[in-house]
């Protein structure tokens, strides 16, 4: 079966850390395109990193770079997203993606099923 599970979120403090997971089956995760988006309560979906088939180049939205890092382990078939100094902005529910940015945000390509990740004192 073709999936992806997302793992790792929870309530953290302000200026915590959390390490999410990302679980392939079905594909190789090196194959292709993978993302990770949030949606946070009552706003659209919002892009945050995003890695490169093969080579393995990351991106991220400018709300995260210097705090987020994307990685993938491809002996494991796994996406990660490790989230340092976490705002209360960062609140949402985060999910990976098979595929770009542009073509996760209009659902052409897989999404995984969420994790929570709340940032509150």
């Known amino acids: 079966e073709v999936q992806l599970v997302e793992s790792g979120g929870g309530l953290v403090q302000p200026g915590g850390s959390l390490r999410l997971s990302c679980a392939a089956s079905?594909?190789?995760?090196?194959?292709?395109?993978m993302c990770w988006i949030r949606q946070a309560t009552g706003k659209g979906p919002e892009w945050v990193s995003a890695?490169?088939?093969?080579?393995?180049?990351?991106y991220y939205h400018d709300s995260v770079k210097g705090r987020f890092t994307m990685s993938r382990d491809n002996a494991k078939n796994t996406l990660y997203l490790q989230m340092n100094s976490l705002k209360p902005e960062d609140t949402a529910v985060y999910y990976c993606?098979?595929?770009?940015?542009?073509?996760?945000?209009?659902?052409?390509?897989?999404w995984g099923q969420g994790t929570q990740v709340t940032v509150s004192p």
């Open positions: 993606a098979r595929g770009e940015p542009t073509e996760a945000l209009t659902h052409t390509v897989l």
């Open positions: 079905g594909f190789t995760v090196e194959s292709v395109d």
């Open positions: 890695i490169d088939d093969g080579d393995g180049d990351t």
